[in-house]
Protein backbone atom coordinates (compact mmCIF):
# COMPACT_ATOMS: atom_id res chain seq x y z
CA UNK A 1 0.00 0.00 0.00
CA UNK A 2 1.16 3.65 -0.44
CA UNK A 3 2.25 6.13 1.60
CA UNK A 4 0.26 8.63 0.39
CA UNK A 5 -3.44 9.51 1.45
CA UNK A 6 -5.20 8.81 -1.81
CA UNK A 7 -9.14 9.04 -2.02
CA UNK A 8 -9.94 5.60 -1.51
CA UNK A 9 -7.89 4.10 1.93
CA UNK A 10 -8.37 0.74 0.98
CA UNK A 11 -6.60 1.12 -2.74
CA UNK A 12 -4.26 2.29 -4.90
CA UNK A 13 -5.02 4.24 -8.15
CA UNK A 14 -3.38 3.33 -11.19
CA UNK A 15 0.00 5.46 -11.74
CA UNK A 16 0.05 8.09 -14.50
CA UNK A 17 3.36 8.26 -16.19
CA UNK A 18 3.04 10.36 -19.01
CA UNK A 19 -0.22 12.37 -21.21
CA UNK A 20 0.10 13.82 -24.30
CA UNK A 21 -2.88 15.07 -25.88
CA UNK A 22 -5.89 13.68 -25.14
CA UNK A 23 -4.52 10.56 -23.83
CA UNK A 24 -2.76 9.69 -20.23
CA UNK A 25 -0.52 5.96 -20.06
CA UNK A 26 -0.41 4.12 -16.62
CA UNK A 27 2.37 2.49 -15.43
CA UNK A 28 1.19 -1.07 -16.61
CA UNK A 29 1.32 0.58 -20.28
CA UNK A 30 -2.51 1.27 -20.86
CA UNK A 31 -3.45 4.32 -22.53
CA UNK A 32 -6.79 6.32 -21.80
CA UNK A 33 -8.53 8.52 -23.45
CA UNK A 34 -8.52 11.29 -21.02
CA UNK A 35 -12.71 11.76 -21.72
CA UNK A 36 -13.33 14.06 -19.19
CA UNK A 37 -10.36 16.03 -18.18
CA UNK A 38 -9.97 14.90 -14.55
CA UNK A 39 -12.36 16.76 -13.39
CA UNK A 40 -13.21 18.89 -16.25
CA UNK A 41 -9.79 20.28 -16.11
CA UNK A 42 -7.57 19.62 -18.66
CA UNK A 43 -8.89 21.54 -21.72
CA UNK A 44 -5.96 21.71 -23.50
CA UNK A 45 -5.17 17.80 -22.97
CA UNK A 46 -1.74 16.96 -21.78
CA UNK A 47 1.75 18.03 -22.76
CA UNK A 48 0.93 21.02 -24.49
CA UNK A 49 4.69 22.71 -25.50
CA UNK A 50 3.61 26.25 -25.70
CA UNK A 51 2.27 25.73 -22.29
CA UNK A 52 5.43 24.28 -21.22
CA UNK A 53 7.49 26.74 -22.69
CA UNK A 54 5.89 29.14 -20.94
CA UNK A 55 6.14 28.00 -17.36
CA UNK A 56 9.72 27.16 -18.40
CA UNK A 57 10.30 30.55 -19.55
CA UNK A 58 9.14 31.71 -16.41
CA UNK A 59 10.95 29.30 -13.71
CA UNK A 60 14.32 30.19 -15.70
CA UNK A 61 13.26 34.65 -14.73
CA UNK A 62 11.14 33.75 -11.35
CA UNK A 63 9.75 31.56 -9.43
CA UNK A 64 8.17 33.31 -6.61
CA UNK A 65 7.25 36.42 -5.04
CA UNK A 66 4.84 37.42 -2.19
CA UNK A 67 2.93 39.61 -2.94
CA UNK A 68 2.31 41.65 0.04
CA UNK A 69 5.77 42.67 -1.48
CA UNK A 70 6.05 42.85 -5.19
CA UNK A 71 3.68 42.00 -8.35
CA UNK A 72 4.78 39.51 -11.26
CA UNK A 73 4.32 40.01 -14.88
CA UNK A 74 2.49 37.37 -15.42
CA UNK A 75 -0.12 37.80 -13.09
CA UNK A 76 -0.49 40.90 -14.63
CA UNK A 77 -1.05 39.99 -18.32
CA UNK A 78 -3.02 37.51 -16.85
CA UNK A 79 -5.66 39.89 -15.47
CA UNK A 80 -5.06 41.76 -18.65
CA UNK A 81 -6.30 38.80 -20.89
CA UNK A 82 -9.41 37.99 -18.83
CA UNK A 83 -10.67 41.32 -17.66
CA UNK A 84 -8.88 44.04 -19.34
CA UNK A 85 -11.82 44.35 -21.55
CA UNK A 86 -14.37 44.47 -18.42
CA UNK A 87 -16.37 41.37 -20.51
CA UNK A 88 -19.85 42.32 -18.52
CA UNK A 89 -18.29 45.05 -15.99
CA UNK A 90 -15.88 42.96 -14.32
CA UNK A 91 -12.69 45.06 -14.24
CA UNK A 92 -10.44 42.89 -11.61
CA UNK A 93 -9.21 39.74 -10.70
CA UNK A 94 -7.73 38.01 -8.08
CA UNK A 95 -5.97 34.73 -8.41
CA UNK A 96 -5.22 31.76 -6.02
CA UNK A 97 -4.83 28.50 -6.33
CA UNK A 98 -8.24 26.26 -6.41
CA UNK A 99 -12.08 26.77 -6.74
CA UNK A 100 -12.21 26.06 -3.31
CA UNK A 101 -9.78 28.79 -2.23
CA UNK A 102 -11.65 31.11 -5.25
CA UNK A 103 -14.84 30.70 -3.76
CA UNK A 104 -13.62 31.80 -0.06
CA UNK A 105 -12.03 34.47 -2.07
CA UNK A 106 -15.40 35.50 -3.18
CA UNK A 107 -17.32 35.25 0.02
CA UNK A 108 -14.91 37.22 2.19
CA UNK A 109 -15.05 40.28 -1.06
CA UNK A 110 -18.94 40.06 -0.90
CA UNK A 111 -19.11 40.33 2.82
CA UNK A 112 -16.18 43.16 2.91
CA UNK A 113 -18.64 44.97 0.34
CA UNK A 114 -21.40 45.66 1.85
CA UNK A 115 -19.25 46.29 5.27
CA UNK A 116 -17.05 49.04 3.22
CA UNK A 117 -20.17 50.30 1.59
CA UNK A 118 -21.98 51.02 5.37
CA UNK A 119 -23.99 47.42 5.61
CA UNK A 120 -22.76 45.24 8.03
CA UNK A 121 -25.96 43.72 8.42
CA UNK A 122 -25.69 41.95 5.47
CA UNK A 123 -24.62 38.62 7.07
CA UNK A 124 -26.36 35.62 5.08
CA UNK A 125 -25.81 34.01 1.93
CA UNK A 126 -28.61 32.11 -0.39
CA UNK A 127 -27.13 29.07 -2.17
CA UNK A 128 -29.08 25.70 -3.60
CA UNK A 129 -28.78 22.11 -2.98
CA UNK A 130 -27.72 20.02 -4.72
CA UNK A 131 -24.75 22.44 -5.60
CA UNK A 132 -21.03 22.60 -5.14
CA UNK A 133 -18.08 25.22 -4.59
CA UNK A 134 -15.26 23.72 -2.65
CA UNK A 135 -14.42 21.32 -0.05
CA UNK A 136 -12.64 24.19 2.38
CA UNK A 137 -15.22 24.96 5.44
CA UNK A 138 -16.60 28.06 3.98
CA UNK A 139 -17.07 26.76 0.71
CA UNK A 140 -18.30 23.59 1.41
CA UNK A 141 -20.73 25.63 4.11
CA UNK A 142 -22.21 27.37 0.52
CA UNK A 143 -22.50 24.01 -1.42
CA UNK A 144 -25.16 21.99 -1.20
CA UNK A 145 -24.18 18.33 -1.67
CA UNK A 146 -25.12 16.94 0.85
CA UNK A 147 -23.17 13.81 1.07
CA UNK A 148 -20.44 16.15 1.12
CA UNK A 149 -21.14 18.01 3.81
CA UNK A 150 -22.95 15.37 6.30
CA UNK A 151 -19.57 14.26 8.09
CA UNK A 152 -18.93 18.24 8.35
CA UNK A 153 -22.55 19.46 9.46
CA UNK A 154 -21.98 20.36 13.12
CA UNK A 155 -18.61 22.43 12.19
CA UNK A 156 -20.07 24.37 8.73
CA UNK A 157 -21.38 28.20 9.03
CA UNK A 158 -25.50 28.96 9.49
CA UNK A 159 -24.70 32.17 7.54
CA UNK A 160 -26.09 29.88 4.20
CA UNK A 161 -29.35 28.66 3.68
CA UNK A 162 -30.45 26.90 0.69
CA UNK A 163 -33.12 26.76 -1.90
CA UNK A 164 -33.78 24.24 -4.78
CA UNK A 165 -31.82 23.49 -7.99
CA UNK A 166 -32.79 24.43 -11.30
CA UNK A 167 -33.46 20.51 -12.02
CA UNK A 168 -35.81 20.70 -14.53
CA UNK A 169 -35.72 16.90 -15.31
CA UNK A 170 -36.73 15.82 -11.92
CA UNK A 171 -38.11 18.65 -10.13
CA UNK A 172 -40.50 20.79 -12.82
CA UNK A 173 -43.90 19.22 -13.10
CA UNK A 174 -45.01 17.95 -16.40
CA UNK A 175 -47.78 20.53 -16.83
CA UNK A 176 -45.45 23.58 -15.98
CA UNK A 177 -43.77 25.35 -18.57
CA UNK A 178 -40.74 26.71 -18.31
CA UNK A 179 -41.55 30.28 -17.63
CA UNK A 180 -43.95 28.82 -14.46
CA UNK A 181 -40.98 26.89 -13.45
CA UNK A 182 -38.85 29.85 -13.43
CA UNK A 183 -41.62 31.67 -11.58
CA UNK A 184 -41.98 29.22 -8.55
CA UNK A 185 -38.24 28.89 -8.19
CA UNK A 186 -37.82 32.72 -8.08
CA UNK A 187 -40.74 33.04 -5.69
CA UNK A 188 -39.21 30.12 -3.45
CA UNK A 189 -35.70 32.65 -3.82
CA UNK A 190 -37.99 36.17 -2.38
CA UNK A 191 -39.49 33.89 0.30
CA UNK A 192 -35.91 32.89 1.45
CA UNK A 193 -34.93 37.26 1.38
CA UNK A 194 -37.98 37.84 3.44
CA UNK A 195 -37.36 35.51 5.80
CA UNK A 196 -33.67 36.08 6.38
CA UNK A 197 -34.52 40.10 5.85
CA UNK A 198 -33.89 41.47 2.97
CA UNK A 199 -31.64 43.62 3.78
CA UNK A 200 -29.24 40.71 6.30
CA UNK A 201 -28.55 38.54 2.55
CA UNK A 202 -25.27 39.32 1.24
CA UNK A 203 -25.40 37.68 -2.01
CA UNK A 204 -27.25 34.36 -3.77
CA UNK A 205 -24.69 32.36 -5.06
CA UNK A 206 -24.69 29.31 -7.82
CA UNK A 207 -23.00 27.41 -10.26
CA UNK A 208 -23.84 28.77 -14.00
CA UNK A 209 -23.79 25.20 -15.00
CA UNK A 210 -24.09 22.93 -12.02
CA UNK A 211 -20.67 20.34 -12.25
CA UNK A 212 -20.23 17.28 -10.43
CA UNK A 213 -23.15 17.29 -8.01
CA UNK A 214 -25.99 16.95 -10.43
CA UNK A 215 -24.23 16.55 -13.51
CA UNK A 216 -23.66 18.94 -16.17
CA UNK A 217 -27.85 20.79 -15.46
CA UNK A 218 -28.02 24.07 -16.82
CA UNK A 219 -30.92 26.25 -16.23
CA UNK A 220 -34.02 26.71 -18.27
CA UNK A 221 -34.42 29.94 -20.19
CA UNK A 222 -35.14 32.71 -18.14
CA UNK A 223 -34.01 31.52 -14.83
CA UNK A 224 -30.96 33.24 -14.06
CA UNK A 225 -32.49 36.44 -15.63
CA UNK A 226 -35.22 35.82 -13.13
CA UNK A 227 -32.72 34.74 -10.12
CA UNK A 228 -30.52 38.59 -10.62
CA UNK A 229 -33.82 40.79 -10.77
CA UNK A 230 -34.59 39.35 -7.02
CA UNK A 231 -30.98 40.04 -5.91
CA UNK A 232 -30.97 43.54 -7.42
CA UNK A 233 -34.31 44.22 -6.05
CA UNK A 234 -32.82 43.20 -2.49
CA UNK A 235 -29.71 45.10 -3.07
CA UNK A 236 -27.66 41.89 -2.88
CA UNK A 237 -24.95 40.51 -4.87
CA UNK A 238 -24.72 37.52 -7.29
CA UNK A 239 -22.27 35.29 -7.69
CA UNK A 240 -21.44 32.65 -10.41
CA UNK A 241 -19.65 29.53 -9.63
CA UNK A 242 -17.78 28.30 -13.62
CA UNK A 243 -15.20 26.82 -11.95
CA UNK A 244 -16.14 23.65 -13.64
CA UNK A 245 -18.63 25.19 -16.18
CA UNK A 246 -16.44 28.39 -17.22
CA UNK A 247 -13.45 29.35 -19.46
CA UNK A 248 -14.76 28.09 -22.54
CA UNK A 249 -15.88 24.58 -21.08
CA UNK A 250 -19.38 25.58 -22.24
CA UNK A 251 -19.05 26.60 -25.71
CA UNK A 252 -18.50 30.60 -24.25
CA UNK A 253 -15.90 32.11 -22.83
CA UNK A 254 -18.15 32.66 -19.47
CA UNK A 255 -21.23 30.09 -18.96
CA UNK A 256 -23.19 33.47 -17.82
CA UNK A 257 -22.95 35.00 -21.85
CA UNK A 258 -25.58 32.59 -22.43
CA UNK A 259 -27.84 33.27 -19.85
CA UNK A 260 -28.44 37.55 -20.56
CA UNK A 261 -26.96 38.27 -17.16
CA UNK A 262 -23.46 39.08 -15.66
CA UNK A 263 -22.28 38.10 -11.97
CA UNK A 264 -20.90 40.53 -9.61
CA UNK A 265 -18.11 38.18 -8.74
CA UNK A 266 -17.19 34.85 -10.66
CA UNK A 267 -15.12 31.77 -9.57
CA UNK A 268 -12.77 30.33 -12.14
CA UNK A 269 -10.03 27.69 -11.71
CA UNK A 270 -10.40 24.50 -13.73
CA UNK A 271 -10.14 25.65 -17.55
CA UNK A 272 -7.96 28.53 -16.19
CA UNK A 273 -4.86 26.72 -16.12
CA UNK A 274 -5.88 23.15 -17.83
CA UNK A 275 -4.45 21.47 -14.97
CA UNK A 276 -0.51 23.03 -15.32
CA UNK A 277 -0.29 24.34 -12.17
CA UNK A 278 -2.95 24.70 -9.41
CA UNK A 279 -4.41 28.38 -10.63
CA UNK A 280 -8.51 29.65 -9.51
CA UNK A 281 -9.36 32.93 -9.15
CA UNK A 282 -12.01 35.40 -9.22
CA UNK A 283 -13.28 38.46 -11.69
CA UNK A 284 -15.08 41.58 -9.79
CA UNK A 285 -17.17 44.02 -11.34
CA UNK A 286 -15.92 47.36 -10.94
CA UNK A 287 -18.74 48.39 -8.57
CA UNK A 288 -17.48 46.26 -5.97
CA UNK A 289 -14.24 47.22 -6.42
CA UNK A 290 -14.95 50.87 -5.70
CA UNK A 291 -16.48 49.95 -2.94
CA UNK A 292 -13.65 48.61 -1.20
CA UNK A 293 -11.49 51.08 -3.22
CA UNK A 294 -13.39 54.22 -1.22
CA UNK A 295 -13.56 52.36 2.17
CA UNK A 296 -10.53 50.92 3.09
CA UNK A 297 -8.87 50.78 0.21
CA UNK A 298 -8.00 46.98 0.89
CA UNK A 299 -9.19 43.22 0.50
CA UNK A 300 -8.81 41.68 4.18
CA UNK A 301 -7.80 38.38 2.34
CA UNK A 302 -4.59 36.32 1.22
CA UNK A 303 -2.96 33.57 0.57
CA UNK A 304 1.14 32.70 0.32
CA UNK A 305 0.64 31.27 -3.07
CA UNK A 306 -1.76 33.69 -4.42
CA UNK A 307 -1.03 35.33 -7.92
CA UNK A 308 1.94 32.66 -8.14
CA UNK A 309 3.81 33.97 -11.07
CA UNK A 310 4.79 30.25 -12.56
CA UNK A 311 1.15 29.23 -12.10
CA UNK A 312 -0.71 32.71 -13.92
CA UNK A 313 2.52 32.15 -16.73
CA UNK A 314 0.88 28.65 -17.41
CA UNK A 315 -2.39 29.93 -17.25
CA UNK A 316 -1.68 33.07 -19.44
CA UNK A 317 -0.20 29.93 -21.74
CA UNK A 318 -3.10 28.11 -21.55
CA UNK A 319 -5.84 31.42 -22.51
CA UNK A 320 -3.57 32.32 -25.49
CA UNK A 321 -3.67 28.50 -27.04
CA UNK A 322 -7.04 29.00 -26.69
CA UNK A 323 -7.48 32.28 -28.43
CA UNK A 324 -4.91 31.89 -30.82
CA UNK A 325 -5.86 28.23 -31.76
CA UNK A 326 -10.21 29.23 -32.07
CA UNK A 327 -10.69 26.33 -29.45
CA UNK A 328 -13.82 27.90 -28.48
CA UNK A 329 -15.10 27.13 -31.99
CA UNK A 330 -13.87 23.89 -31.83
CA UNK A 331 -15.63 23.37 -28.42
CA UNK A 332 -18.96 24.67 -30.29
CA UNK A 333 -18.47 22.42 -33.17
CA UNK A 334 -17.31 19.07 -31.48
CA UNK A 335 -19.99 20.09 -28.21
CA UNK A 336 -22.54 19.29 -31.36
CA UNK A 337 -21.10 16.17 -32.40
CA UNK A 338 -20.66 14.70 -28.50
CA UNK A 339 -24.24 15.50 -27.97
CA UNK A 340 -25.91 13.97 -31.55
CA UNK A 341 -23.50 10.90 -30.81
CA UNK A 342 -24.11 10.34 -26.97
CA UNK A 343 -28.31 11.17 -28.36
CA UNK A 344 -27.80 8.24 -31.25
CA UNK A 345 -26.35 5.89 -28.75
CA UNK A 346 -28.14 6.30 -25.54
CA UNK A 347 -31.12 8.37 -26.42
CA UNK A 348 -33.30 5.52 -26.42
CA UNK A 349 -31.52 3.29 -23.84
CA UNK A 350 -34.08 1.90 -21.21
CA UNK A 351 -31.84 3.42 -18.08
CA UNK A 352 -30.53 6.60 -19.18
CA UNK A 353 -33.38 9.34 -17.68
CA UNK A 354 -31.68 12.32 -19.36
CA UNK A 355 -28.74 13.84 -21.44
CA UNK A 356 -27.80 16.79 -20.53
CA UNK A 357 -24.68 19.66 -21.12
CA UNK A 358 -23.62 22.35 -23.12
CA UNK A 359 -20.13 22.70 -25.32
CA UNK A 360 -17.91 19.98 -24.01
CA UNK A 361 -19.67 19.37 -20.96
CA UNK A 362 -22.27 16.26 -20.51
CA UNK A 363 -23.72 14.18 -18.54
CA UNK A 364 -26.48 10.96 -18.39
CA UNK A 365 -28.58 10.33 -15.72
CA UNK A 366 -29.40 6.54 -14.76
CA UNK A 367 -32.45 5.05 -14.26
CA UNK A 368 -34.15 1.90 -13.59
CA UNK A 369 -36.91 3.14 -15.61
CA UNK A 370 -37.17 5.54 -18.08
CA UNK A 371 -41.46 6.45 -17.68
CA UNK A 372 -40.98 6.22 -13.76
CA UNK A 373 -37.29 7.83 -13.82
CA UNK A 374 -36.53 5.63 -10.80
CA UNK A 375 -33.16 5.48 -9.73
CA UNK A 376 -30.96 2.36 -8.82
CA UNK A 377 -30.25 1.31 -5.13
CA UNK A 378 -27.27 3.46 -4.08
CA UNK A 379 -25.58 0.41 -3.08
CA UNK A 380 -25.28 -1.07 -6.12
CA UNK A 381 -22.80 2.21 -6.90
CA UNK A 382 -23.50 1.91 -10.81
CA UNK A 383 -21.62 4.93 -11.35
CA UNK A 384 -18.31 3.72 -9.97
CA UNK A 385 -19.35 0.45 -11.87
CA UNK A 386 -19.33 2.63 -15.27
CA UNK A 387 -16.20 4.44 -14.06
CA UNK A 388 -14.37 0.73 -14.01
CA UNK A 389 -15.74 -0.40 -17.25
CA UNK A 390 -15.04 2.37 -19.35
CA UNK A 391 -11.37 2.48 -17.61
CA UNK A 392 -11.02 -1.26 -18.86
CA UNK A 393 -11.82 0.30 -22.44
CA UNK A 394 -9.39 2.85 -21.77
CA UNK A 395 -11.36 5.71 -21.26
CA UNK A 396 -11.42 7.98 -18.27
CA UNK A 397 -15.04 9.93 -17.44
CA UNK A 398 -16.40 11.35 -13.86
CA UNK A 399 -18.50 9.22 -12.31
CA UNK A 400 -20.76 10.80 -9.02
CA UNK A 401 -23.70 9.41 -6.80
CA UNK A 402 -26.03 11.03 -4.87
CA UNK A 403 -27.12 12.87 -7.97
CA UNK A 404 -30.80 13.30 -6.27
CA UNK A 405 -30.63 14.38 -2.64
CA UNK A 406 -26.85 13.56 -2.00
CA UNK A 407 -27.51 9.46 -1.58
CA UNK A 408 -30.06 8.47 -4.62
CA UNK A 409 -29.07 8.78 -8.44
CA UNK A 410 -26.08 8.00 -10.14
CA UNK A 411 -24.68 10.22 -13.43
CA UNK A 412 -21.21 9.76 -15.73
CA UNK A 413 -19.72 13.08 -17.18
CA UNK A 414 -17.91 13.97 -20.12
CA UNK A 415 -15.69 16.83 -20.74
CA UNK A 416 -12.92 16.16 -22.71
CA UNK A 417 -10.22 19.05 -24.08
CA UNK A 418 -10.93 21.42 -26.35
CA UNK A 419 -8.65 19.99 -28.57
CA UNK A 420 -10.27 16.91 -29.23
CA UNK A 421 -11.76 16.10 -32.85
CA UNK A 422 -14.32 14.16 -34.34
CA UNK A 423 -12.88 10.76 -34.55
CA UNK A 424 -12.06 10.92 -30.95
CA UNK A 425 -15.15 11.84 -30.00
CA UNK A 426 -16.44 8.72 -31.62
CA UNK A 427 -14.57 6.33 -30.05
CA UNK A 428 -15.13 7.97 -26.61
CA UNK A 429 -19.30 7.74 -27.38
CA UNK A 430 -18.63 4.13 -28.42
CA UNK A 431 -16.21 3.15 -25.39
CA UNK A 432 -18.62 4.89 -23.30
CA UNK A 433 -21.75 3.37 -24.29
CA UNK A 434 -19.89 -0.11 -24.00
CA UNK A 435 -19.39 0.97 -20.63
CA UNK A 436 -22.74 1.49 -19.66
CA UNK A 437 -23.99 -1.39 -20.86
CA UNK A 438 -21.46 -3.55 -19.31
CA UNK A 439 -21.89 -2.20 -15.77
CA UNK A 440 -25.60 -2.17 -16.67
CA UNK A 441 -25.49 -6.08 -17.31
CA UNK A 442 -22.94 -6.69 -14.34
CA UNK A 443 -26.01 -5.75 -11.92
Known amino acids: MSHLVHRSLRSDPPLAVSGQGIYVRDAAGHTIIDGSGGAAVACLGHGHPRVIAAMTAQI ?18 LADKLVGHAPGGLTHAYFCSSGSEGNEAALKMARQYFIEIGQPQRRHFIARRQSYHGNTLGALAAGGNAMRRAPYAPILSDAFSHVS ?48 TLGCVAGVPGYFEAMRAVCDRHGALLI ?88 IANVQAMGRLLEQRLTERLGNHRNIGDIRGRGLFWAVEFVTDRATRTPFDPALKLNERVKREAFDRG ?27 AAQIEMIVERFGDAIDAAITSI
Open 60 to 77: DTLCYAHTSLFSCESAEK
Open 395 to 421: LACYPMGGTIDGRLGDHAILAPPYIVD
Open 165 to 212: PCYAYRDRADDESDADYVARLAAELEAEFQRLGPDTVIAFIAETVVGA
Open 240 to 327: LDEVMSGVGRCGTMHAWEQEGIRPDIQVIAKGLGGGYQPIGGILVHGRVIEGLSGGSGSFMHGHTYQAHPVACAAALAVQEVIEQDGL
